[in-house]
């Protein structure tokens, strides 16, 4: 029997995301830098497979590292989670915020009233 979970990283640009993903992954697979430029510039996907030893289930998760958004007006906010949304089918979406860092309220409560209607 095989599992199959996909988790989307998801916020605004340099704050973390993928060096998230390598932390998840255990290496690093993500590319990442210092410097103030954005290094995602398109979905990526990274997939980690195990098994459950006791059980004899095996598993694959697939972490989704996402383009930070640049933008925090409803049109462009809406666009990118939904498209994160429709394209990773997420068991879980991890928000990344570094302290700070802009991002509008309001817009996220529409993305976890979206996740629960889901």
């Not at 095996?58 to 996402?66: G, V």
């Not at 990118?80 to 879980?92: A, D, G, Q, V």
Request: glycine letters at 6%.
């Amino acid at each position: 029997m095989s599992k199959e979970f996909n988790i989307a990283i998801c916020g605004s640009a340099r704050v973390g995301k993928s060096t998230l993903v390598n932390a998840l992954c255990g290496k690093q697979v993500a590319r990442t830098s210092n410097s103030l430029c954005a290094q995602t510039d398109r979905m990526e996907k990274y997939l980690i497979n195990g098994n459950d030893h006791t059980s004899s289930i095996s598993y694959t998760i697939t972490i989704y590292d996402t383009p930070g958004i640049e933008s925090w007006t409803e049109d462009h906010v809406r666009t990118y989670f939904s498209r994160i949304m429709n394209t990773s089918k997420p068991l879980c979406m991890i928000y990344c915020a570094s302290p700070g860092s802009f991002a509008q309220l309001d817009q996220l409560q529409w993305l976890v009233d979206t996740c629960i209607k889901s």
